[in-house]
């Protein structure tokens, strides 16, 4: 029998369980102990300091001597609203660790408030399951990663709860009777999210979707016609434009994320080189904002060619006066081989011979400025095996270019994540890898960015959510088990789960000049979602089992999560922090994957 009594005392358990385990953390773990808490938490004590400016109350101390500040950045997060939140009721602590203490317990109650919204968002979207929305209580307040976010200074804890706020806003407003307060409350939630953390308008597209799909067909035509018009028009106002770039090639790392100007230059006259119209130029200033030059990586055949051979560099080149250019072989992202060739200001041939006598898997072209760091001109590349005379470089004389999304704001990150998925050729093995590690970090990051479980002990986890996929995909297809209600249902949940997927998926931003991912922590930025995907795992496991194994079922997650919460603690976070040499990951037994 399933009564109010035990539905209220389960999920005051499970909250009491989570405070619990964050309490711990909140007392026990260092500062810093969490992802960039230091940043975050040097914007609570400015904002602190801000409040007792204007409160000027004799019982309050005095500010501590930092600088406040008030300003705020939407969309961006640089001061952003969580900080407002948790930086009030520091106010009247004395010391640093005071006010570091009340912070990390701010944000471990808006942790509780998530998990009180989470079980509600189930409970108005399927009525007929009493036990689902204490389970999907349960995978948000057990779950270890988001418990560690929960616990330190970090806004990602303030954007998921914003998050579910305007997911559970905007479900009693589609499921339940609207009133007047209640449409106030949604529209200054929306007001209010951009100003928490950047990823909040993965939350916004999702509920613009989901509010199309009451508009019929023909109002969804229209609606999704009239954005692509915005989109398209905003794309080329923005700066998506034919950029004298050649296909496939890279200038440095820096570049690449932060967009710096590099250029084709057209030569004058045209009769200067034999081949192509377009010389290919790398300045000093580019170079200088990376350790990596201009590189092109080369595909997995064309390593395959160069592999334990000896091959060709050709090309012309010139710069602004004599001096010496420093060429490399391709080589190791970090170890190169150079040549030092000799450069005027005219276009002159030069050819050199590599070797390669070892496989590799990382092999790249790199390109550099003169010793005394003027600029250079190339042109008509070409790497070559004498015995098969093919460029191996695929556009020596740069007479492909392509389009490339040039954005204003330089480090969101689209513009990187489309280059990356348009060399999917050579990035793609590296996408697998990613998707492990998001999968991975959901489950048992701890730190904001470290693995605390090994691979066997993630292998439950990994079944748990074959098993959930399954049966939520299944409930959508079985027509005559489900209710068009609970499809329609599913479908929002779905379309959420896929869209904060895909743009995680861009955020890790695997960068294909240097076959590396960067560690970017995908599942951190997807805690949006944290609503979203715990209700879609209680409804896909309890899918499966027939009403009566429910209780008992919920028990068992409950134990295990439990469990893992401790294992982490003691196999992986106590020996992380208590480690006194680098990297800390050396005092863990297992090695991380």
Known sequence: ??????????????????????????????????????????????????????????????????????????????????????????????????????????????????????????????????????????????????????????????????????????????FQKKSALLIFAFFLAVLVAPFFKHTLWITFAILGYWGSLSLGKKGQLALYLALFSVAFGSIFALGYYRNEEPKGWYATRADLFQYANRKLTKRVPLTDVPDGQYAFHVTPDERALSDFEVVQVFS??????????????????????????????????????????????????????????????????????????EPVWYDDLRVVVPEQARNLLRNGSAEKTQFRLRLPVADSGISAGLISLSEWRVTWRSYISAAIWVF?????????????????????????????????????????????????????????????????????????????MVAFAGARQGLIGVSLFSILLAFGILYWLPKKWHRAVVCLIAVGLFATNILITFQAVLPFFACDVEPKVTCIDFIFG
């Open 1 to 174: 029998m399933y009564n109010k009594l035990e539905k209220n005392f389960s999920l005051v358990l499970i909250c009491l369980i989570f405070i619990s385990l964050g309490l711990f953390r909140v007392d026990s773990f260092p500062y810093e102990g969490n992802v960039d808490e230091d940043f975050h938490f040097n914007r609570v004590q400015r904002l602190r300091d801000c409040y007792l400016m204007v409160l000027d109350i004799p019982l309050l101390p005095e500010p501590t001597g930092e600088t406040c500040e008030w300003r705020i950045h939407i969309f961006r997060g640089i001061t952003s609203a969580y900080s407002y939140i948790v930086a009030l009721p520091t106010i009247a602590a004395v010391n640093f660790d005071t006010q570091l203490k009340i912070a990390r317990l701010s944000t471990l109650g808006l942790g509780v408030l998530t998990i009180l919204m989470t079980a509600s968002i189930a409970k108005m979207l399927f009525q007929n399951s009493n036990w689902m929305p204490i389970l999907a209580a349960l995978f948000v307040a057990l779950l270890p990663s988001y418990i560690d976010i929960s616990a330190g200074v970090n806004s990602d804890s303030g954007a998921a709860f914003i998050s579910t706020l305007l997911i559970f806003l905007f479900m009693k407003l589609r």
């Open 300 to 373: 997995a055949r064309d390593r395959a060619t160069l592999n334990a051979t000896r091959f060709e560099v050709s090309g012309y080149i010139k710069s602004t006066q004599d001096d010496v250019v420093q060429l490399a072989c391709p080589d190791y992202a970090i170890t190169k081989i150079t040549i030092d060739i000799p450069v005027t200001d005219a276009w002159q041939p030069f050819s050199y011979a590599c070797d390669m006598p070892i496989t590799t898997p990382n092999l790249a072209f790199y390109l550099a400025d003169t010793q005394q760091n």
């Open 440 to 516: 991975t970090q959901y489950w048992s990051a701890f730190s904001g960015t470290q693995q605390g479980l090994t691979t066997l002990q993630l292998v439950p986890f990994a079944m748990l959510s074959i098993i959930a996929g399954f049966g939520a995909v299944l409930a959508l297809l079985r027509t005559n088990t489900t209710t068009l209600a609970d499809r329609t249902k599913l479908h929002y949940l779905w379309v959420g789960t896929i869209i904060i997927f895909i743009v995680i998926t861009l955020r890790i931003q695997v960068t294909p000049q240097v076959f590396a």
